[in-house]
């Protein structure tokens, strides 16, 4: 068998760094509630821009409650902006599965809590990278994969956003996937 050493530490750490969207900022950047264009109150979990709202879902005692389309448009140096959710709410909050389209080109499926990605999903970037398992309070968090668009990637545990511990490292050639046990700690590599 031939030897090979697959490194993903350089790309994959340029990748995370500069991922769009890739380390979300969490729910309390700009908290509070807001009233979407409909009258009905959702919390703003969305940091960015002067955003304004519009939710097709019922209200209940004032508040988004059940599942609709969450549009949210925001204008970022001097360019409009649209984000797309189709999602639960439950009293304003954000729970349980949703798909997400943001104007980046990014998209999300997976589970929320508290507004919040939590449980399993699966985030798409524009470039063709991908991540899918667990999230814990917003973070890759847990059993994950993810892959990069030249054939490269990663299965294992996550810790607070980054690789951490044993897992597969792998590459694909041809129609073979070449794998090969790797370690990480908080991020990096160390075998």
């Not at 309070?137 to 990637?153: S, Y």
Request: proline share 4%; with cysteine.
């Amino acid at each position: 068998m031939a030897s090979w050493t697959l490194s993903l530490t350089g790309a994959m750490g340029l990748w995370f760094a500069l991922a769009p969207g890739m380390n979300t900022p969490d729910a309390h950047a700009a908290e509070g509630w807001v009233k979407t264009k409909e009258g009905c109150v959702l919390w703003n979990f969305f940091p960015h821009g002067k955003p304004s709202y519009s939710w097709s879902g019922k209200c209940a005692n004032g508040k988004a409650h059940g599942k609709g389309r969450l549009v949210i448009r925001h204008v970022v140096q001097g360019v409009l902006n649209t984000d797309r959710y189709k999602v639960e709410y439950k009293r304003g909050i954000m729970e349980g599965f949703g798909e997400i389209e943001f104007h980046n080109g990014s998209t999300y499926a997976g589970y929320f809590r508290a507004n919040k990605k939590q449980g399993h999903g699966k985030y798409r970037w524009p470039n063709g990278v991908w991540y899918a398992g667990n999230y814990v309070d917003n973070q890759r968090h847990g059993q994950g994969e993810v892959f990069l668009p030249r054939g490269a990637g990663y299965i294992g545990p996550w810790r607070n956003g980054r690789q951490h511990g044993t897992g597969k490292c792998y590459r694909i050639s041809g129609a073979k996937k070449l794998t090969q046990t790797c370690r990480f700690k908080n991020g990096k590599r160390i075998r």
